[in-house]
């Protein structure tokens, strides 16, 4: 089932619980001049995402697809939403455009630069290039500076068919998901190194109101402090601090 719910004015969470794998996995859409949808979700999940965000607007509208890194749910099925929305581009960083994203996309994406400006109308967006957080050397984060949101793809990750936002503890949620992959083919599936725990204090600066991840529910409440927990987790976790020892 796919459930869509406002996270922040103008803003939605499209949610599909996948029971196979107890996890939710969210896309975003923002409705504006230049509607933006990040994430896309894997090729199984289009008919559903199309039609969740077709009880928003007009799918053919939406401008901007836009993801963290080249991954199956963050990009899977980009040709199905280039060819449903006939003006959209991919957005996403230089690196990923370069690498991965242009040789598979049947139109090229804006490569985005770290600190550059996005402006869809009356949202106003900021990107960040955090090379290898939360995996892969193209990943970058998205902050709508308009409604203090991070999208924050696999950081604050939770499993489970949880509620679409929380104001309760989500560290704790995501430390039980990182010491249940432990020796698994998903072990260590972020990096945690000193350059990493920086990217993160980097995010954490930005002292967004809501944090909202790929998997699991978005957090509303002291974004920052939320981050740093995270990251304390991590180094708990990983058996690494600041120093990686």
């Not at 199905?80 to 040789?103: R, T």
């Not at 957080?133 to 709508?144: E, N, R, T, V």
């Not at 909202?212 to 058996?239: I, K, T």
Request: with cysteine; aromatic share 8%.
């Amino acid at each position: 089932m796919t459930s869509t719910s406002e996270i922040a004015p103008g803003t939605y969470r499209i949610c599909t619980y996948v029971h196979a794998a107890d996890m939710q996995f969210n896309q975003f859409l923002i409705v504006d001049n230049e509607p933006l949808l990040y994430h896309t979700g894997t090729h199984g999940l289009f008919p559903r995402v199309r039609d969740a965000v077709a009880e928003i607007l007009d799918p053919s509208a939406v401008r901007w697809i836009a993801f963290s890194h080249f991954e199956a749910d963050e990009c899977g099925c980009l040709n199905e939403w280039l060819g449903a929305a006939p003006v959209a581009e991919p957005m996403c960083s230089a690196c990923g455009a370069l690498v991965s994203v242009n040789d598979i996309a049947v139109r090229k994406a804006r490569p985005l630069v770290d600190g550059e400006i996005i402006e869809t109308g009356t949202h106003r967006l900021r990107f960040l290039a955090t090379p290898h957080l939360p995996h892969g050397w193209d990943a970058g984060h998205l902050l709508d500076e308009t409604t203090g949101v991070l999208f924050s793809s696999d950081l604050l990750h939770q499993n489970g068919d949880v509620e679409p936002v929380t104001t309760e503890d989500v560290v704790g949620r995501m430390k039980r998901v990182h010491k249940g992959y432990a020796g698994s083919p998903f072990d260590r599936y972020i990096p945690w190194t000193p350059w990493a725990e920086a990217e993160v204090e980097r995010l954490a600066a930005l002292a967004p109101r809501v944090v909202a991840p790929m998997h699991g529910s978005a957090y509303a409440g002291d974004g920052a402090a939320a981050l740093r927990a995270m990251a304390a987790m991590l180094a708990e976790v990983y058996g690494l601090g600041a120093a990686g020892s």
